[in-house]
């Protein structure tokens, strides 16, 4: 799309799409190879999370540079949040491997922070109105 339109998808949202592809990728070696476990798919997401934080992150700090309160600064305070907290639930899922109970609470724990990530979003890029209130979501 960005060859026909300038800058029709955003630079962070085309790094997003290339870290699900090399999750997508590591899931189909890992199906075909016939693994059973599927943790370090797990592991390869967490970091692809983390990276997509440190992208969003860096991409709002450098707006700001530029144009200052470009965006909000608890909004940027709020990215730079997400980076941590990706960076712990790496390190945890790093910490969990070789224990199935662990791995598993490990797993919901991702899933968690990626629910509460997306209801984020919503917020962010859905406006409000009586008919869908935010408060639903």
Do not use: C
């Not at 199906?31 to 992208?55: C, H, I, N, P, S």
């Amino acid at each position: 799309m960005n060859a026909k339109v300038r800058n029709a998808v955003s630079a962070d949202e085309i790094a997003s799409f290339a870290q699900d592809l090399a999750v997508a990728k590591l899931q189909l070696q890992m199906a075909m190879a016939g693994a059973d476990r599927d943790f370090d798919v797990w592991l390869r997401r967490a970091e692809a999370a983390l990276k997509y934080a440190q992208t969003q992150y860096s991409g709002a700090t450098a707006a700001n540079a530029r144009r200052p309160e470009t965006i909000n600064p608890i909004d940027v305070q709020r990215k730079r949040l997400r980076v941590e907290v990706a960076q712990l639930e790496l390190e945890r899922g790093q910490a969990a491997e070789g224990s199935p109970d662990r791995e598993q609470a490990w797993r919901l724990s991702v899933i968690m922070t990626e629910l509460q990530t997306l209801k984020e979003e919503v917020r962010e890029t859905v406006p409000s109105s009586p008919i869908y209130p935010l408060w639903r979501y």
